[in-house]
């Protein structure tokens, strides 16, 4: 099974790369399952369920989420159109998993694509973040009811040693471990020893003439003055930044992991 798993879509320009560049990549990686961080897509902060529909009729399977989920209110209401309707689109929307218990959403998901049982799951880390419950543990509990071989794992998270320490914890019990959150791509992209597949930072899917995304005068000015500041998407040098892992469908262990930027 080919996954391809692209990093934070940032606003319009984020979500415009994806329409104009989906298809090629599907084609030219031979591409199963199509998974992506859908944080960042409504002009950078959350995802309304229009978007999110556009995204899945792009081919996108499964989106993934983080901090930035409750941004937009309205996403409540959708998490709850997917109770009891197991494949939804609705469905297919996660936030981390590690979030209280009790809060509106999913945190995993469990399908099939090509006939390929798989699943996601999504998580945030804790250092520099809200403190929500324990990511590692969270995995643990979640993986003894997973049947599928196939699983990957977006850990939305700040800091590096977190993400590392999540991908070394999981290695061998999961695919993939992608990290996301901090929109600048890493090139540590290796498949760990176990045969989990990994890397700290996609990055983002957005516009790169910005800090993270947005317009860079706007933050620079933060920085210098202290003031809070409307942030607003910029727009310039778009790129799309995404991995593809090809892992094998029978024990679920990767067999490489590439590390993709386009403009
Ligand atoms: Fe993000
Ligand atoms: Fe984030």
């Known amino acids: 099974m080919r996954i391809l798993f692209i990093g934070d879509i940032f606003g319009r320009p984020g979500r415009n790369i994806v329409k104009d560049r989906l298809p090629e990549l599907v084609e030219k990686y031979s591409i199963d399952l199509v ?11 959350g995802i309304t369920p229009p978007l999110a529909e556009d995204l899945f ?67 945030q880390g804790r250092v520099f973040m809200a403190s929500n419950d324990d990511p590692f543990r969270t995995a643990d509990q979640l993986l003894k009811n997973l049947t599928a071989k196939v699983i990957f794992v977006d850990m939305h998270a700040e800091a590096t040693s977190e993400k590392i320490s999540l991908g070394w914890y999981l290695d061998g019990r999961v695919s993939v471990v992608v990290g996301t959150h901090t929109h600048v791509p890493t090139a540590d992209e290796r498949v760990l020893p176990g045969g989990t ?24 000015d933060r920085f210098l003055s202290g003031m809070p500041t409307r942030f607003e998407p910029a727009s310039g040098d778009v790129r799309l930044c995404a991995v593809v892992v090809d892992c094998d469908e029978c024990t679920g262990k990767a067999r490489g992991i590439d590390r993709i930027m386009l403009s």
């Not at 399977?61 to 959708?78: A, F, L, Q």
């Open 57 to 123: 009729e792009l081919g996108i399977d499964v989106i993934t989420t983080g901090n930035h989920v409750w941004d937009k209110r309205e996403i409540i209401d959708y998490f709850q159109m997917a109770d009891g309707n197991e494949h939804s689109m609705a469905r297919r929307l996660l936030r981390p998993a590690n979030y209280p218990s009790g809060m509106p959403g999913w945190g995993f998901y469990q399908g099939q694509k090509n006939s390929v049982p798989y699943a996601v799951i999504n998580l």
């Open 197 to 220: 597949a990994y890397i700290t930072d996609v990055g983002m899917t957005g516009p790169y003439d910005s800090v993270i995304g947005v317009k860079k005068e706007l933050v620079v």
């Open 35 to 45: 998974i992506a961080n859908g944080e960042n897509a409504a002009a950078g902060f």
